[in-house]
C-alpha cells in the first residue's frame, strides 16, 4: 500500500472508531451532492443506506462547486464533490475524504467506427481542428461536440486533465454530464465526455480508447475522485455516513456500478 493510501486509510479508520457504532433510530442527513455522483450511484444506494443505518437522506443536487458552497454557507450537513477542494476552503476548515474513483471517458454515438483514439486526435476533436470523423479514420459525419457546462467537475477535470493548452470548443452545451450523454445518443456524429459509471447506463454511446489504453486500466490517466466533504471534523449523523462509506455493502455498492472504492 503506498504512503498516500497508507493516510488515507488511516484517517478514515480514525473517523471510524471514533463513530458511536450504535446507529441513532431516528434522524435525517442533508447533503448536497454532485449530479455525476447522484447518477453514478443512483437511488438504490440511498434506500439501502436507509436500511442500514436508520437514517434518511435529503438529496439536494447540483454541480460539485455549487453543492461546496451549500455546505459552506451552512445549507447542509454533507457535501459530495468531484473536485478538488480550493485552498480558501481548507482554511475555512472543510475537509474532503475520498471515497472511490470513476475513469473520465470520451464518448460517441455507436455509429462512430473509430474505436481507439490518440490523445492528439482528442485534443484536435474537442477544439474544433477535426471537424469531420473522416478525418480520424471514421465515417464521414460532422463532428458534433457536447459539453457539460464549464461549472460542472466533469468539465474541469476533464480540461485540466486531458486537454492541455488546447481550448474547447462546443456546438451545445448542457446542464448537467447526464443530458450531455442523453444528447450523444441521439446525435449522429456527436462527441462528449463523462464519468464511466454514467455513460455505462446508455446502450448508445461508446467509449474510446485512449491511445490505446482501456478506461479503468491501471496505466489509464484520466480519472475522477468522488469525495465526501464536511466542515470541521465529522459529528453526529455526518459521522454516520462516513461510517457506512467504509463499510463493506457500500463498497460492493460502488464496484456494481464500476466504481473503484479507494478503501479495499
Known amino acids: 500500500?503506498?504512503?498516500?493510501?497508507?493516510?488515507?486509510?488511516?484517517?478514515?479508520?480514525?473517523?471510524?472508531?471514533?463513530?458511536?457504532?450504535?446507529?441513532?433510530?431516528?434522524?435525517?442527513?442533508?447533503?448536497?451532492?454532485?449530479?455525476q455522483i447522484a447518477e453514478a450511484f443512483g437511488r438504490t444506494v440511498l434506500d439501502d443506506?436507509?436500511?442500514?443505518?436508520?437514517?434518511?437522506?435529503?438529496?439536494?443536487?447540483?454541480?460539485?462547486?455549487?453543492?461546496?458552497?451549500?455546505?459552506?454557507?451552512?445549507?447542509?450537513?454533507?457535501?459530495?464533490?468531484a473536485l478538488k477542494l480550493s485552498a480558501d476552503d481548507r482554511k475555512l476548515g472543510l475537509v474532503a475524504i475520498p471515497i472511490c474513483k470513476d475513469p473520465m471517458?470520451?464518448?460517441?454515438?455507436?455509429?462512430?467506427?473509430?474505436?481507439?483514439?490518440?490523445?492528439?486526435?482528442?485534443?484536435?476533436?474537442?477544439?474544433?481542428?477535426?471537424?469531420?470523423?473522416?478525418?480520424a479514420g471514421g465515417p464521414d459525419l460532422p463532428?458534433?461536440?457536447?459539453?457539460?457546462?464549464?461549472?460542472?467537475?466533469?468539465?474541469?477535470?476533464?480540461?485540466?486533465?486531458?486537454?492541455?493548452?488546447?481550448q474547447v470548443k462546443f456546438d451545445y452545451q448542457a446542464a448537467r454530464s447526464s443530458s450531455a450523454v442523453e444528447a450523444v445518443s441521439h446525435i449522429p456524429g456527436a462527441i462528449s465526455f463523462a464519468t464511466r459509471s454514467v455513460v455505462t447506463k446508455f446502450n448508445n454511446v461508446k467509449m474510446f480508447t485512449i491511445d490505446g489504453l482501456e478506461p479503468g486500466s491501471k496505466e489509464y490517466p484520466?480519472?475522477?475522485?468522488?469525495s465526501l466533504v464536511t466542515r470541521g471534523q465529522p459529528s453526529g449523523v455526518v459521522r454516520e455516513v462516513l461510517n457506512y462509506s467504509l463499510s463493506e455493502?457500500?463498497?460492493e455498492n460502488m464496484k456494481r456500478r464500476g466504481l473503484t472504492p479507494l478503501i479495499d
Open 222 to 226: 484520466y480519472m475522477q475522485t468522488f
Open 105 to 135: 471517458v470520451v464518448i460517441a454515438c455507436k455509429e462512430i467506427t473509430v474505436s481507439d483514439l490518440s490523445l492528439t486526435q482528442v485534443r484536435r476533436l474537442f477544439s474544433g481542428h477535426i471537424t469531420n470523423w473522416k478525418e
Open 1 to 35: 500500500m503506498s504512503p498516500r493510501r497508507k493516510g488515507l486509510f488511516a484517517l478514515l479508520i480514525a473517523l471510524s472508531l471514533a463513530l458511536p457504532h450504535a446507529v441513532s433510530a431516528q434522524g435525517t442527513v442533508n447533503a448536497s451532492c454532485s449530479s
Open 249 to 251: 455493502k457500500a463498497r
Open 49 to 81: 443506506f436507509k436500511q442500514t443505518t436508520g437514517l434518511n437522506v435529503t438529496l439536494h443536487v447540483f454541480s460539485s462547486q455549487v453543492s461546496v458552497n451549500r455546505l459552506k454557507n451552512g445549507f447542509c450537513e454533507l457535501a459530495a464533490s
Open 143 to 166: 463532428v458534433r461536440i457536447i459539453t457539460p457546462v464549464k461549472e460542472t467537475a466533469a468539465y474541469v477535470n476533464f480540461v485540466r486533465q486531458a486537454m492541455g493548452a488546447s
